[in-house]
C-alpha cells in the first residue's frame, strides 16, 4: 500500500531528473554554439586553443553529468521494479497464508 501512496511521487521525480537532463542538454548545445561566435571575436591569440579547451574539458564534462542524471532515473525505474516485484511477492504470500487459515 506504501507504493501505491509513493508512485505518483517517484513519477513526479522522474519526470524532473529528466527536465533536469534536457536543460543541461540544452546548455551544452548553447556552448557549443557560443564557441565560433567568441572565436570570431577573439582578440589576440589563442581563440583556437580556447575552442579546443572547450571540446577538451567542458564537453566531456557536461556529457558525463548528462550520463549521470539519466542514470539516476534508470536507477530509481529499477528501484521501483524491485519494490514491485517484492511488494507482488507479499501479496502471493499474504494470499497463500490466507488459503491456509481459511482450510482450518
Not at 14 to 26: L, N, R, Y
Not at 66 to 78: E, Q, S
Request: glycine content about 12%.
Amino acid at each position: 500500500m506504501m507504493l501505491q501512496f509513493l508512485r505518483a511521487d517517484v513519477g513526479n521525480v522522474i519526470s524532473g531528473v529528466g527536465q533536469q537532463q534536457q536543460i543541461v542538454s540544452g546548455v551544452l548545445d548553447q556552448i557549443k554554439g557560443y564557441v565560433p561566435k567568441v572565436q570570431s571575436s577573439w582578440i589576440g591569440g589563442d581563440a583556437d586553443e580556447f575552442a579546443a579547451d572547450v571540446a577538451r574539458k567542458v564537453v566531456p564534462a557536461m556529457m558525463e553529468l548528462i550520463l549521470a542524471i539519466a542514470g539516476i532515473n534508470v536507477n530509481l525505474g529499477k528501484a521501483t521494479s524491485a519494490v514491485d516485484a517484492g511488494d507482488a511477492k507479499a501479496k502471493g504470500m499474504v494470499g497463500q497464508l490466507a488459503d491456509l487459515f481459511g482450510q482450518i
